[in-house]
């Protein structure tokens, strides 16, 4: 019933949009030791919906416009750091770094989730 609330699908958004990436962080973790193995890794959320509501246009009546659909898949990116003598590019420091902004994200999905469900409970009478 509720699951077309914009709120609630931006907020399964960005949590799907945080798993995905502490995946794309943890494997660059796993493979620190891996000779040549190249980290990569995956935009931030924010920069991941501007570029969707950018290049999105909404037609006010059928026909007006003719929308672009959004991107439906986040390219990952090689990261730019120094190479190990074993030719690895893979900062556990920045790595970390990473894992603790994605934890915080994740935590902003479920924090907007929460109050949108509480901001829904008390408009029903909860």
Do not use: C, W
Not at 40 to 61: D, G
Not at 78 to 90: C, D, K, L, Q, W
Not at 95 to 115: D, T
């Amino acid at each position: 019933m509720f699951q077309r609330l914009a709120v609630f699908e931006t907020a399964a958004q960005m949590a799907k949009h945080a798993g995905a990436r502490q995946a794309v962080t943890a494997r660059n973790i796993a493979n620190a030791d891996t000779p040549g193995y190249q980290a990569t890794h995956m935009p931030r959320f924010q920069e991941v919906a501007q570029t969707a509501i950018s290049s999105k246009m909404h037609a006010t009546r059928a026909g007006h416009l003719s929308a672009n659909p959004a991107p439906t898949s986040v390219a990952m990116q090689a990261a730019m750091t120094e190479s190990s003598p074993n030719r690895n590019r893979v900062s556990l420091e920045d790595e970390m770094m990473k894992a603790v902004e994605i934890s915080r994200e994740h935590n902003r999905a479920l924090a907007v989730y929460r109050h949108a469900m509480t901001v829904l409970r008390t408009s029903i009478g909860r």
